[in-house]
């Protein structure tokens, strides 16, 4: 399975991507650290599923998953 990993607390993201990446059956793609990222990364990459944080500076993970929705309407987003 491949995931992206979108939070601001870099300490978050890094230990997410370890933990996942232990399990053998995932991989982690990319990581980024707001929303804008967040729907670049997915528009690049289309993983399997997007694991992003809610609050972030300038744009919510909300408002992202709701523009990547809006394209990419099987998006997986946690």
């Given at each position: 399975?491949?995931?992206?990993?979108?939070?601001?607390?870099?300490?978050?993201?890094?230990?997410?991507?370890?933990?996942?990446?232990?399990?053998?059956?995932?991989?982690?793609?990319?990581?980024?650290?707001?929303?804008?990222?967040a729907?670049?990364?997915?528009?690049?990459?289309?993983?399997d599923?997007?694991?992003?944080?809610?609050?972030?500076?300038?744009?919510?993970?909300?408002?992202a998953?709701?523009?990547?929705?809006?394209?990419?309407?099987?998006?997986?987003i946690?």
């Amino acid at each position: 399975m491949n995931i992206v990993i979108i939070d601001d607390d870099k300490l978050v993201a890094v230990s997410l991507k370890t933990i996942l990446e232990s399990t053998g059956s995932v991989k982690v793609l990319a990581m980024g650290s707001c929303g804008e990222e967040a729907i670049e990364l997915y528009s690049l990459l289309k993983p399997d599923v997007l694991l992003m944080d809610i609050r972030m500076k300038n744009m919510s993970g909300l408002e992202a998953s709701a523009l990547i929705l809006k394209e990419f309407p099987d998006a997986r987003i946690l």
